[in-house]
Nanobody, 116 residues
């Protein structure tokens, strides 16, 4: 069964850090381009960061550049999003995504709330 399971979300104060994880099962994550998206209340889902299957190409939204880092550990079939210097505007449900050809898989989402 194909699955992406996220973890690591929660409540954090402004300026704090969180590390999101997304564990893949039922397929080999190393073959897939992966990414993180987020959706805040009342807003459309937006791309946060992505990385190619070989790890050579990365993308970051302007709003997170210098603060977020995407990574992957193909030996663990897992992807990560390290989020530092968090801001209230980073509050959203975060989704992981894996794409390969016509295959496009999504995680269930994890809530990140940045508030004092």
């Amino acid at each position: 069964q194909v699955q992406l399971v996220e973890s690591g979300g929660g409540l954090v104060q402004p300026g704090g850090s969180l590390r999101l994880s997304c564990a893949a099962s039922g397929f080999t994550l190393a073959l897939y381009a992966i990414g993180w998206f987020r959706q805040a209340p009342g807003k459309e889902r937006e791309g946060v960061s992505c990385i190619s299957s070989n790890g050579r190409s990365t993308y970051y939204a302007d709003s997170v550049k210098g603060r977020f880092t995407i990574s992957r550990d193909n030996t663990k079939n897992t992807m990560y999003l390290q989020m530092n210097s968090l801001k209230p505007e980073d509050t959203a449900v975060y989704y992981c995504n894996a794409r390969f050809g016509s295959k496009n898989y999504w995680g269930q989402g994890t809530q990140v709330t940045v508030s004092s």
